[in-house]
């Protein structure tokens, strides 16, 4: 079993920038990957950005490129995203998921998932 806590949610303006955490505990395996996703209002669950547990190779969606960052420390552990130049579009609750080798994008081939961290954008 592998449990994942995200933190670092919080209201923050349009133009501001925020980081937020996952922290995973539980035997998780080197080959892993750990996926950000996120859920707006009356949406669905996109995904955001991932990164492969063992190197740290990252993977973004096109819609947030150049503007959030995934990292981890060497350590490993919490994984990181941090999202830059926030806009309304960006407020949703912010998931962290984490899973066997898959398509970083199918959030159906994620095995565990925490409880998400809200990020509110105000305009």
């Known amino acids: 079993q592998v449990q994942l806590v995200e933190s670092g949610g919080g209201l923050v303006h349009a133009g501001g920038s925020l980081r937020l955490s996952c922290a995973a505990s539980g035997r998780i395996f080197s080959y892993y990957r750990l996926g950000w996703f996120r859920q707006a209002p009356g949406k669905e669950r996109d995904f955001v950005a991932g990164?492969?547990?063992?190197?740290?190779?990252?993977y973004y969606a096109d819609s947030v490129k150049g503007r959030f960052t995934v990292s981890r420390d060497n350590a490993k552990n919490p994984v990181f995203l941090e999202l830059k130049s926030l806009n309304s579009e960006a407020t949703a609750v912010y998931y962290c998921?984490?899973?066997?080798?898959?398509?970083?994008?199918?959030?159906?081939?994620?095995?565990?998932w925490g409880q998400g961290t809200q990020v509110p954008v105000s305009s």
């Open positions: 998921a984490a899973g066997p080798p898959g398509e970083y994008s199918n959030r159906n081939t994620y095995m565990y």
């Open positions: 990164i492969t547990w063992s190197v740290g190779l990252t």
